[in-house]
């Protein structure tokens, strides 16, 4: 499916020869992306690309671990979602470096122009991420291409102030060590998950549980216990 998304979406851009279009199912991992999004980057990085844009499944409020491994986050949004600001969007764009509204052609032009006034009005009351930058809202339009060097620049002026502030060293070691932990915590719950004695006692854990017999935080004692044992 994301293979033919990809062709469909993207079919110039995958002809380039100079650009390596990457699907990775998601597979149920939370966050956007899937769990070897971070060696994937890597990995591009190594073969010697120096721009690397990873576009998430669809990021929910609670689905932000993709800001754990970018350098800048990128909130791409449509004309008319100014109305969810104060719902699902905010997580999101508490860690957002940039908010773009596409769409801005045609009969949704003037609708994309009040979007990013909305935006841009709403991240001045949120705590800022950067010291050296603050959050901005720009409009573009894909069909017509317009407003696409706009954003790169945005991108590019970002680098530079958080670069030169010493922030996105700071930053890339916090993310490091937020990989270390995420890593630690799949293997464990794999672990755990795949113990005889887990597998053993988890239906009737589950249950007890469903049922209200047995409280999760009983439940979970329980399985860990075996576990442990």
Same mark, same amino acid.
């Given at each position: 499916g994301s293979i033919l998304g990809d062709k469909t979406r993207m079919g110039e851009l995958a002809a380039d020869p100079e650009v390596f279009v990457r699907p990775s199912p998601g597979s149920g991992h939370l966050g956007g992306v899937a769990r070897r999004t971070r060696?994937?980057?890597?990995?591009?990085e190594a073969a010697g690309f120096d721009v690397v844009i990873v576009e998430t499944i669809g990021v929910g409020q609670s689905e932000t671990?993709?800001?754990?491994?970018?350098?800048a986050f990128v909130l791409l949004v449509g004309p008319g979602a100014g109305d969810e600001l104060?719902?699902?969007?905010?997580?999101?764009?508490?860690?957002?470096?940039?908010?773009?509204?596409?769409?801005?052609?045609?009969?949704?032009a003037a609708a994309a122009s009040r979007t990013r006034a909305d935006y841009a009005n709403a991240v001045h009351l949120l705590r800022p991420k950067w010291s050296a930058w603050s959050t901005r809202a720009v409009t573009c339009s894909a069909v017509e291409r317009?407003?696409?060097?706009? /954003?790169?620049?945005? %991108?590019?002026?970002?680098?530079? +102030? =958080?670069?030169?502030?010493?922030?996105?060293?700071?930053?890339? @070691?916090a993310q490091a060590v937020a990989w270390l932990w995420s890593e630690l915590r799949d293997d464990l719950v794999g672990d755990f998950r795949s113990a005889p004695? /887990?597998?053993?006692? %988890?239906?009737?854990?589950?249950? +007890? =549980?469903?049922?209200?017999?047995?409280?999760?935080?009983?439940? @979970?004692?329980?399985?860990?216990?075996?576990?442990?044992?």
């Open positions: 060696e994937a980057l890597l990995l591009c671990e993709i800001a754990e491994m970018v350098d104060q719902g699902i969007k905010r997580g999101i764009m508490e860690l957002a470096d940039l908010i773009v509204v596409n769409k801005a052609d045609g009969d949704l317009r407003g696409i060097a706009e /954003v790169w620049d945005e %991108l590019t002026s970002f680098a530079e +102030a =958080v670069t030169g502030s010493g922030e996105l060293s700071t930053h890339r @070691a004695a /887990v597998q053993a006692l %988890l239906p009737d854990v589950e249950r +007890a =549980v469903a049922s209200g017999d047995l409280s999760a935080r009983a439940g @979970a004692r329980r399985l860990l216990d075996a576990f442990r044992s």
